[in-house]
């Protein structure tokens, strides 16, 4: 009974472990919105890549800071896997923030307050 009651256990801790990579724990409990990655871009405004846990997926959109305390929110996913981290770069001579994280690559135009991704263009709203 003892053998069995371990077999059990390993077995829920190998399937908790492999839903974690998709899908964290935390992240479902709390409801919070995690900014994955943020870079400056100029005079105080910041553009961050955030997700919030929302029942079949990662809502994963990029949110445009200003020195004012205005947010703008762009959506380029609203039911992606979760990202882990992500690798950001400005393009100062194009005013682009470029994103690359889950095998995406999505680029944000900060002037035009628009983002690019997949063939398709949304604006931050």
Not at 14 to 42: H, N, Q
Not at 101 to 123: A, I, P, T, V
Request: charged fraction near 20%.
């Amino acid at each position: 009974m003892r053998s069995l009651l371990l077999v059990i256990a390993g077995i829920m801790l190998a399937l908790l472990a492999f839903g974690s990579y998709f899908v964290w724990l935390p992240d479902v409990v709390s409801g919070k919105e995690v900014v994955v990655a943020r870079i400056t871009v100029r005079n105080g405004e910041s553009v961050e890549l955030t997700q919030t846990w929302e029942g079949d997926g990662y809502l994963t959109r990029i949110r445009h800071n200003f020195p004012s305390g205005l947010s703008l929110y762009a959506v380029g996913d609203p039911d992606a896997s979760k990202a882990w981290s992500a690798r950001i770069e400005h393009q100062s001579n194009s005013a682009c923030v470029r994103l690359l994280f889950n095998k995406e690559d999505w680029r944000y135009f900060y002037n035009s307050q628009s983002l690019s991704f997949d063939g398709q263009w949304c604006s931050a709203q």
